[in-house]
């Protein structure tokens, strides 16, 4: 009797995997729902606060040592990569950012003109999930990093940048990728398995006007020191 009840449960799950295989794709059912602000072009000039988050917030990139970021080798790659975005992308370049343990925090201004004064984006922003801009006075931390030219380049030394504009998406696509290949090839090296190393998707805040912005800094700055109370935070070993 137990046997015959193991073999029906079997039945069934077989049952429910082959009708699983033979549904067609409905959009309405399988689709995911969209973080991104619907009908706004993420092409268009203006300043993304944006957060990029490992998966399952394992903090992969270092820890916070007396509320200074110390980066390790992934870290490091991911300080690295994000610093040669603006040498990929013609129509980009950088503000203040800051890696963290476990995510990625940084300021991008998209300026199709470069030179031209900044149109800030007016568009109204209501996107779930978006983390806190909480204001904080400003302080000085040792890996943020604030890049105000074009080649996103510390110190003003110049160097070339692709010709094609892009939007943010890509952009953040290309970072992603390039800082998981290149931790890849560590753990390939070191025979060591790394498995998925970003969250799906990212969070990004459009910045309208100078106050949200400077809120924004001084959040990005003051993370170091406020890991303990992060909405990302875990538990360091």
């Known amino acids: 009797m137990k046997g015959f009840y193991n073999l029906k449960i079997i039945f069934t799950f077989v049952k429910r995997h082959i009708y699983c295989l033979k549904m067609k794709y409905n959009p309405k059912i399988h689709s995911r729902r969209s973080i991104r602000l619907k009908g706004y072009d993420y092409s268009q000039d203006g300043m993304y606060f944006i957060t ?13 040592k007396n509320g ?3 980066l390790n080798d992934f870290g490091k790659i991911a300080h690295d990569e994000w610093i040669k975005l603006p040498k990929r992308f013609s129509n980009m370049f950088l503000n203040v950012f800051q890696i963290m343990p476990n995510h990625i925090h940084g300021i991008i201004v998209l300026e199709t003109n470069v030179g031209a004064t900044l149109a800030v984006a007016s568009n109204t922003l209501v996107v779930p999930n978006t983390p806190p801009t909480h204001g904080a006075l ?4 040792d890996n943020m990093v604030v890049c105000d030219n074009r080649a996103g380049v510390q110190n003003g030394n110049g160097a070339g940048a692709s010709p094609a504009p892009t939007n943010v998406g890509a952009i953040i696509g290309a970072y992603k990728s390039s800082v998981a290949n290149k931790c890849l090839e560590i753990c ?6 790394m498995g998925k190393l970003w969250q799906r998707n990212y969070w990004e805040h459009i910045i309208r006007n100078e106050q949200s912005q400077q809120r924004i800094k001084n959040y990005i700055v003051n993370n170091p020191s406020k890991w303990d109370n992060d909405k990302f935070y875990l538990k360091q070993k």
Do not use: L, P, S
């Open 52 to 64: 990029i988050c490992c998966q399952n917030r394992i903090c992969r990139f270092g820890k916070i």
């Open 68 to 70: 200074k970021m110390m």
């Open 138 to 141: 400003v302080a000085q931390n």
């Open 188 to 193: 390939k090296t070191h025979d060591i398995y």
